[in-house]
Nanobody, 116 residues
């Protein structure tokens, strides 16, 4: 069983920045694929960014050039640095882990609100 604990959400003005963190349990974090999803009111949950165990990264087009996903295997933590935030980035952000045995786990979610 893998537990994921997110932190770092909050209220920020347009153009501002936030960094989300996702702390994971388990001894083989370095083998997990880590992802960030978001779910806005009335919309489906969407993949925002992914980083594999080998460091391959993808982003949804709407955040390219603004968001950066990273991981620190020594700390069992994944991050999502969000810059130049827009009101349309407002959503609950979820951390998702995919293990080598293709089990998957979700965090509890953290609210990000971009508003003036």
């Amino acid at each position: 069983q893998v537990q994921l604990v997110e932190s770092g959400g909050g209220l920020v003005q347009p153009g501002g920045s936030l960094r989300l963190s996702c702390a994971a349990s388990g001894s083989i974090f370095n083998l997990y694929t880590m992802e960030w999803y978001r779910e806005a009111p009335g919309k489906q949950r969407e993949l925002v960014a992914r980083i594999t165990s080998g460091g391959r990264i993808i982003y949804v087009d709407s955040v390219k050039g603004r968001f950066i996903i990273s991981r620190d295997n020594a700390k069992n933590t994944a991050y999502l640095q969000m810059n130049s935030l827009k009101p349309e980035d407002t959503a609950v952000y979820y951390c998702h882990a995919l293990t080598p045995t293709v089990d998957d786990y979700w965090g509890q979610g953290t609210q990000v609100t971009v508003s003036s």
